[in-house]
């Protein structure tokens, strides 16, 4: 898979971890330290899907997620989570998110929503 991703998370050993799998996995990985670093990568640079921390300081997986939609309406968001509460998840999917995963995340759930965003991506008239 080529997909091109973009990887926000605050956490700095996470990002270099999950970067190193995905991009053994053959996607072009891009990270962020935070919501605002990738909200600036996404005006400037195209993805296939952003997969996006919920829970970081400043801005949380939820605020990050309506500001991309607001922009960037058909932009596939996949949110990661630890110890979220339910109603958590539902609002993230109401507002937009491809999907919710816990972590750690499971690569193999993740590369299939990962190919569905780009999936969705190449039927989108350009």
């Excluded at 109603?87 to 816990?102: D, N």
Aim: charged share 30%.
């Amino acid at each position: 898979m080529s997909a091109k991703v973009l990887l926000v998370d605050d956490e700095k050993d996470f990002l270099e971890i999950m970067a190193e799998r995905m991009g053994a996995r053959g996607m072009e990985v891009a990270t962020a330290g935070s919501a605002e670093t990738a909200l600036a990568m996404v005006t400037a640079e195209t993805y296939d899907a952003v997969i996006m921390d919920m829970m970081m300081p400043e801005m949380d997986g939820l605020k990050a997620l309506k500001l991309f939609k607001r922009s960037w309406p058909d932009l596939s968001i996949i949110l990661l989570t630890g110890n979220v509460p339910d109603e958590k998840h539902r609002e993230a999917v109401r507002l937009g998110a491809l999907a919710v995963i816990e972590k750690p995340a499971d690569l193999i759930l993740l590369t299939q929503k990962i190919e569905e965003a780009k999936a969705l991506r190449s039927k989108k008239p350009k």
